[in-house]
């Protein structure tokens, strides 16, 4: 009997060893990150890595995240399940960062909720000591670089005289001194001379006040747009480029006929003052003279060996660009808040602008002043109709606001406008070709009729009829008083001219042409927003 017992004992403690042993649970896999320090140091604006991370779980990745200093930063991405994930780690200080420690925390968590966290603190260097501004004033009669780690100064006229070049850093900032008529701080390249201000999206040039209290690295001005204006000259590039004037050279308005430098025009229409692109002009238009102010740009006699590319000008006293002769092609320009005019051109340049913007500025948004005209084109001088130098624009855009008129040319004006979209213009603004108010002078009447000026593929956003927008305005009794021509011939030119608008252009509700704005993204006007309705 005994020895029954003990069998079933034994039996019974053999049956508990091997149930225990089947419920045993499966071994728990932790997860490892390997491959982070745990701390390192660079200097101000330097940049950690890349440091190569590796996450190992064998029980398949659930999360991982990258905080600095508490915020999420980086989130990697990973197939479902992943039992390993490599990560490429790199940071790049900023400014603000100079001087600190910060904090990188890793993360992982697997499928049954095991985490591991690795720290790594990252210490900044100091920043330098900026660097005092530097004043540039009088001529500059050897190369010079102006680099973007200080701000320069203009002292009033500043020139790049014939044979030397002025190159300009990305990301330089340049700042002009207050000053009226011969006080005025101005850039001037004159003929022969050369500059090369190759800013960029990421860094651009920018031309400002000494009011501004932008600083080295910074963009966004610390200016009031809505009431500034008109705080210092602005810039002037000068060529070798035909003109048509008086004579084949000219001093450029503002400049005293004692300045030589100032001189603009000749015979080369291939002339190449350099390269002005991912430049950003502002608070210019210093007053010369009693109703003659600088603009934010000025061209005279620039050729076509020159490229202007990705410019703004914003809050001239005067125009935006004003250009005298010559052969420059301009692209990817913005004009923004000018006192006067968007893009006036004179002396027959023969150029294209492509890719333009416009916005207008008005009281009635807040503005202390109103703009002018978006367009003022004028003629060639002394041109008695054989003198066939044509400009055109394609591919614009241009918000009026408180503009008077769409466009205005003058004087015989022989210009080619295409694919361009208005909009947000006073209603009843119009086309003119007149020539200021001379209703006898067919000169705009006939360029318009011989397609030597061109409107085609316009578009305006407005309530009025197409044909109430260009309206051939000569008077056919005066000008056949006038010239050698009838006034049914006239009068017959007229009502073809006005048909011929209407049938190449178009009243839109939603534009089908216009400029590109995306590729201005890096301009201050988008970063103000001011392109968000275009």
């Not at 860094?203 to 932008?214: C, G, H, K, L, M």
């Not at 073809?496 to 509700?509: D, H, L, P, Q, Y």
Request: net charge negative; hydrophobic share 40%.
């Amino acid at each position: 009997m005994k020895k029954i017992n003990l069998l079933a004992l034994l039996a019974l403690i053999s049956g508990f060893i091997f149930t225990a042993c089947d419920d045993d649970p499966e071994p728990n896999n932790l997860v490892t990150i390997e491959g982070i320090p745990a701390t390192a140091e660079i200097e101000n604006l330097g940049t950690l890595g890349p440091v190569n991370a590796t996450i190992t779980a064998e029980d398949g990745l659930a999360s991982v995240t990258v905080t600095k200093d508490g915020d999420t930063y980086l989130e990697p991405e990973f197939e479902a399940n992943a039992t390993s994930l490599s990560i490429e780690f790199s940071y790049t200080a900023t400014e603000a960062d100079a001087d600190q420690n910060i904090v990188f925390e890793f993360t992982a968590t697997d499928a049954d909720g095991d985490s591991e966290t690795v720290t790594h603190v990252l210490s900044v260097g100091e920043a330098p000591a900026q660097l005092p501004n530097e004043v540039l004033s009088g001529l500059i009669q050897e190369d010079l670089t102006l680099t973007s780690d200080r701000i320069w100064e203009l002292a009033g006229r500043v020139i790049v005289t014939a044979g030397n070049t002025l190159t300009i850093e990305p990301g330089t900032i340049i700042k002009g001194r207050p000053g009226d008529a011969a006080a005025a701080s101005v850039l001037i390249v004159a003929r022969g001379g050369d500059i090369q201000a190759n800013g960029t999206a990421e860094a651009p040039i920018v031309f400002t006040s000494t009011a501004d209290e932008i600083g080295v690295g910074e963009f966004e001005s610390s200016l009031d747009l809505t009431t500034q204006r008109g705080l210092w000259g602005g810039v002037l590039i000068l060529g070798n480029a035909p003109i048509s004037a008086e004579a084949a050279e000219a001093q450029i308005e503002g400049i005293p006929v004692t300045v030589t430098e100032g001189l603009y025009g000749g015979d080369a229409a291939d002339d190449n003052s350099g390269v002005f692109e991912y430049v950003s002009i502002r608070f210019t238009g210093a007053e010369l003279g009693p109703g003659n102010e600088l603009q934010g740009l000025t061209l005279g006699g620039v050729g076509s060996g020159t490229t202007i590319n990705h410019v703004e000008s914003i809050n001239s006293s005067d125009d935006g660009v004003e250009i005298f002769g010559g052969t420059v092609n301009i692209s990817n320009f913005i004009v923004w808040a000018q006192d006067d005019d968007g893009y006036d051109t004179d002396q027959g340049w023969s150029g294209t602008i492509d890719n333009f913007v416009y916005i207008g500025a008005d009281e009635a948004n807040g503005y202390a002043w109103d703009g002018d005209h978006g367009m003022e084109l004028d003629g060639s001088e002394g041109d008695d109709g054989s003198t066939n130098l044509v400009g055109k624009f394609i591919n614009g855009s241009l918000r009026g606001l408180s503009s008077s008129d769409y466009a205005d040319l003058r004087d015989g004006a022989k210009y080619d406008i295409q694919n361009t979209y208005f909009f947000d213009f006073a209603e009843g603004s119009d086309i003119e070709i007149d020539a200021d108010d001379n209703d006898d002078d067919p000169r705009g009447s006939d360029n318009y009729a011989n397609d030597i000026t061109k409107f085609i593929g316009l578009e305006f956003n407005t309530t009025n009829a197409i044909g109430d927008i260009f309206v051939d305005q000569l008077d056919a009794a005066a000008a056949a008083a006038a010239n050698d021509r009838t006034e049914t011939e006239f009068a017959a030119q007229i009502t073809a001219n006005n048909a011929k608008f209407i049938s190449n252009n178009a009243v839109v509700s939603e534009p089908t042409v216009g400029a590109d704005v995306s590729v201005l993204a890096w301009s201050y006007a988008a970063a103000q927003g001011q392109l968000d309705s275009f």
